[in-house]
């Protein structure tokens, strides 16, 4: 089992930047892709960025592209999201998400995160 840790979340002004945080522990071997949903109030969990082990291969949905940054450490097992020119859409409970591959993670992740509130006001 892997087990998942968010952190960073909170309130925060449109235009303004929150770095989200997610640690992993556990049985991480092989478990290499890590990733962020989000879920909005009535709304259905989106998939918002995914890292291959290596960084290399970085993606993101098209309403975050140029806002925000998917980065990780690997000696620290952790992964980050940068989000910077927050909108009151951005408005979520955002999820970490692991999976063998990003692939994999982007559509089906085996592991989640218990999520972290990001409230953007306008």
């Known amino acids: 089992q892997v087990q998942l840790v968010e952190s960073g979340g909170g309130l925060v002004q449109a235009g303004g930047s929150l770095r989200l945080s997610c640690a992993a522990s556990?049985?991480?071997?092989?478990?290499?892709?890590r990733g962020w949903f989000r879920q909005a109030p009535g709304k259905e969990r989106e998939f918002v960025a995914a890292i291959s082990w290596s960084g290399s291969s970085r993606y993101y949905t098209d309403s975050v592209k140029g806002r925000f940054t998917i980065s990780r450490d690997n000696a620290k097992n952790t992964v980050h999201l940068q989000m910077n020119s927050l909108k009151a859409e951005d408005t979520a409970v955002y999820f970490c998400a692991a999976g063998p591959t990003t692939r994999v993670v982007r559509t089906t992740p085996g592991y989640w995160g218990q999520g972290t509130q990001v409230t953007v006001s306008s």
């Open positions: 556990g049985r991480t071997f092989g478990v290499d892709g």
